[in-house]
Each structure stands twice: as C-alpha cells, then as structure tokens.
C-alpha cells in the first residue's frame, strides 16, 4: 500500500509496505511568479520595514557577532529565502489577493513596538513587533493563498532573534545542572576516578588528588539546542514526508542536543583530569564544542533512516507494479 500516494497501488514482493511520495524539483523561475513593478513594491516595503526596526536589527546583529549562542543568526535569514525559493512552484499557482487582515496585525505589531518602548521598556518585544510586520505586509499584500505557503520562511526568523538574557539563563541553568549529573555519573564509573554533581560544579578525585569542573553556560547545551532546533525545522519542512516523521525530526532536536552536551562535558572533563587541564578551556574547548556537529548529524541521519525502513521513498511520476 502506498502512503502520501494517489490511492492504494500494488507492490513487488519484497518491497516495503509502506511508501511516501517525494515531489521532482520545480522548473519555475522568478520572474514568472513576481513582476518588475512587483519588485519596486518589495523592494519599497522593504526599505520601510528596515527603517522602521533599523535600531532592532542592529541590535540583533550585534549579538550574532559578540555572542557565540546566536552566531547561527546569520544564517537563518538565508535559509527562509531558501525555503521561499524551493516552494517557489506553490507560489506561482497562489491566487494574490489583498487581505485587510494584514492592516490589523500591522497596527497591532505597532502598538506592540510602542507599548515596548514604554512602558514596558524590553527589546524582546520589538523583535516579535518586527516579524509580525513583516508576516501582517505579506498578508495584506498578498492574501492567505500566498500565506499558506509563506508562512514558515517568515516565521523562521523567529530563530535568529536572541532571548532575553533573564530567559535564556532560566532555560540554561536546567540543562546545565543534567549535563554536570549525567557527567559525573559516568565519570565516577572510571578506574580511579571518583565524581559527584553539586549543582553544576562537578567535584572528585583522580588518584588520590582533588579537582572540580564548573560547567559553565556555554556548555549548558542552549546553543546546540537552538541550532539543532532550527535545523530540524528546517529538514522537516524541506522533506516531502509524512506529518509523523517531521514531527519527530522536529522533537528529536532537545534529546541530541542534550546527548551531544553530555557527551561535550563528559570528554571535556576526561581530558581535564587525565590528560591536561588546558583541553578544558580555550581554543580546544571550542573545537570540542564543534565536533559535536558531526555527531548530531550522524544522529539525525540514524532517524531518517531508521523512517526510511517504515517508508519508502518514491519518485512522483514512478511505475509501481
């Protein structure tokens, strides 16, 4: 039987059960789906939202140079466009229609900048005001056909706008104190090593002489959480996949990245104990944080395959027996 098909099709003895059906590449260029004068209204719109929230963007671009947790930042933007581009066949069968719907959450997400400034007077608030604009001019330009199929790549910006730094710490302290528990456990399994967990200071003896790990917020597992979050999203929406599969790509993103902290921490105090202290901080440090890249990944890939034994991949346009 086929998934995602057009009905129930026959199968080849030996074939898996179960199929999902993968669109071919779209042949559609731009300047089918969008007019020059069309680029004028984009491009005036444009200017406008960024004079609008000029301060804002400056400031989250800011944190995407001096804080290495939202260093991803500058690559969210150039995947939404890539998501515009490869739905680009939707966009041009989306029926364009003025909505005055849009108008609404425009005044809205104003208001909400204004009522941010004072008196609430929080950034955060701002960024939120500013991806509402941008989704409210989508959708008074263009109407809900066109939302439909734009609604994620602007939504996706959501991931390169940092959290309040209250927020962030909140979120962080948990994984932190996971990471130094798990941490600890295990390296107390190791031949003359002994280590137990106070909050996120891990603290024990190698043969005899005492040493303590603090695990710090850049090893709390937020960065590679947000990372991989985004990620994921991004695979789940790229993928012609049943519903099921892109949510578990989508949850799968807190348990890797917890297991990639795990595993970071419990190296990183591997080689501060038994080898040198040095491999603990600096240049080291960070390049152990960066193989864990390669591990999620493998860890995404064993997911996908692992679905892929439940679900056949199928080419639209494909003979099936």
């Not at 001019?137 to 056909?145: H, I, N, P, R, Y």
């Not at 090893?219 to 519903?243: E, I, K, N, T």
């Not at 493998?298 to 996908?304: E, S």
Request: hydrophobic share 50%.
């Amino acid at each position: 039987m086929a998934v995602g098909g057009s009905g129930v099709q026959g199968m080849e003895s030996g074939q898996p059960r179960n199929r999902y059906r993968r669109s071919r590449a779209p042949s559609v260029t731009w300047d089918q789906i969008i007019d020059p004068v069309s680029w004028v209204k984009i491009a005036v719109l444009s200017l406008l939202i960024l004079w609008l929230y000029s301060h804002d963007i400056e400031s989250m671009v800011t944190a995407w140079v001096h804080d290495g947790n939202w260093s991803h930042g500058f690559i969210i933007p150039l995947f939404s466009l890539y998501f515009l581009h490869q739905r680009r066949e939707q966009l041009l069968g989306a029926k364009r229609e003025t909505s005055w719907a849009g108008v609404g959450l425009i005044v809205f997400s104003i208001l909400l900048y204004l009522i941010s400034i004072y008196p609430l007077k929080m950034g955060y608030p701002r960024l939120i005001a500013m991806l509402m604009t941008i989704f409210g001019t989508v959708l008074f330009c263009c109407g809900w056909k066109v939302i439909k199929v734009t609604w994620l790549p602007i939504l996706y910006l959501f991931f390169a706008m940092p959290l309040p730094q209250r927020i962030y710490v909140e979120l962080t302290m948990p994984m932190r104190r996971w990471a130094s528990t798990f941490s600890a456990a295990f390296l107390d399994m190791l031949p003359n090593l002994e280590a137990n967990a106070t909050s996120v200071v891990i603290e024990g003896f190698y043969k005899g002489v005492p040493f303590t790990l603090n695990v710090a917020e850049a090893c709390a597992g937020m960065r590679l959480m947000m990372a991989f979050f985004a990620l994921s999203v991004a695979m789940a929406y790229l993928s012609d996949r049943p519903w099921w599969h892109r949510v578990i790509l989508v949850c799968s993103s807190f348990p890797i990245a917890l297991f990639c902290n795990f595993v970071r921490v419990t190296v990183t105090g591997i080689l501060y104990v038994m080898v040198d202290p040095i491999y603990a901080k600096g240049g080291f440090h960070t390049a152990l944080g960066l193989l864990m890249l390669p591990l999620a990944f493998f860890l995404y890939w064993v997911i996908a395959w692992m679905m892929n034994k439940i679900y056949e991949e199928v080419e639209e346009g494909a003979d099936h027996a």
